[in-house]
């Protein structure tokens, strides 16, 4: 019995210990969170619809460098740079998509959805509005607490094949995912620094690269010589602003722009992937969705670890530690009544809803305050509100001043207990179910035994 009470606590407890990447993640806490997305992708497209390209970059660059934690979008600073500064970063573009997003979306929920799951997000869209597969992303990813230039180190252009794969390999990507990944260079541009090298004396040589095809050459070399500023190519010199399979045709035909790129048609360990992309769209398309899910999932922080930035540029001011749990109970002059009359009734149902699920509406939301409580007390002498939804946690600093949690079911409070409870909800019943099928296999076994010994 107390082994049981013990697998039943755990879980409980469990779930607010260890936090995944989930589908639907804003569904209860922000639920037009990805229309939000989907509506500035739109209109950003509309405008420039070069900016799957930017996005799908950005992206990488983020995930690549501490994981998908939106460290790319800080803003250096006189005293502190930023990644932004390092080399590989200069060109990165679409930063005001996602600051345009994250404004949306502080108004319609504040301090709820991440710049990392923005970034995702937005990138998914983008891929699929250039006629890219449409795919569902899991999210949940917080916000990074660090960004330094000295933490970027990606492949270069003109790496190796397999130079460039230690570097997916280091990230837990596959060598199928990489020469997928890079069929991301089917949109967007190039600036002649990046593959000038080229065009005459490629290493060296005194000539241009024999792998590249004699009039791209040529064509290259009257753009790049053009006299003023860094010009750019187009990295698919064919569908330039399709999402599609075109760039590994244009590798087979010799046409690819930087050198990582025609390599993947010539090594002998890629060859054969590129080909086999270049005949099959389809084969394409679900490959790249697939290695972009993971790509996404690349060291991501979940749970309570990061923060949600309010501004994607910065990192959130730190709090001030509260000293508030002295004070007295001083409720607001607000009355129950007044709150409940707040409740919007879509909130009360699925309240209602949750409570019916467990069955025991009294118990779940007594068990859901001190769970929710502990949390915030915790988070209140940490200082760190992060894993808590905002409403919670004021909600918290008033409990710890004296007022009732009854007192303080508003609409945020009650929004953020119904995400939580369906969280816990989600995750008891597996865990039930498992420690169910445990129980019965011993004591199957046992009796088993006992019968054999009889
Ligand atoms: C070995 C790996 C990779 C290398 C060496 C590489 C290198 C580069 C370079 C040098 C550029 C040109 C940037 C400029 O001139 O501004 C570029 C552009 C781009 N890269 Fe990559 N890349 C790699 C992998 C990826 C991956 C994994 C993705 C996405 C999944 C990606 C997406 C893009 C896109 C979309 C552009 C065009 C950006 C724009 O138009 O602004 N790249 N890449």
Redesign the pocket.
Known sequence: MTCMVIVLCFAVLVPFVVADLRIGFYNASCPRAEQIILQVVQEQFSKDS?I??????M??HDC?VKGCDASILIDSTKKKPSEKSAG?N?????FEIIDEAKRRLEAACPSTVSCADIITVATRDSVAIAGGPNYAVPTGRRDGLVSNPNDVG??????SVSG?FQ??KDKGLTLDE?VT???????????C???EERLSNFQGTGAADSSMDSGLVLELKKICGTAGS?Q?VF?DQNTSFVFDNEYYNQLKLKKGI?Q?DQELALDSTTAGLVSGFGASRIRFDKSFAS??VR?GSIEVLVGRAGEIRKNCRAFNPRKRKSSSRTHKRKTSSRTANDRKKKNPPQIDREFKNLNFVFYFSDYVESFLQFVIGSKASFVIEEEDGAGLEPAVIKAAEEVAKGASWRDLLEPGVKRALIDEGTKIFEKFTIRLLFSFVLVITVCVTRVNGLLGLA
């Open positions: 070069s799957s390209a930017a996005l799908l970059r992206h990488f690549f590989p200069e060109t990165v573009r679409g990606l492949p270069g252009p003109s790496s460039a570097a997916f990489m990944l890079l069929g991301a260079h089917t949109v967007g541009f190039a600036h620094s990046f593959f860094d750019k990295l930087l990582i290695a972009m790509m």
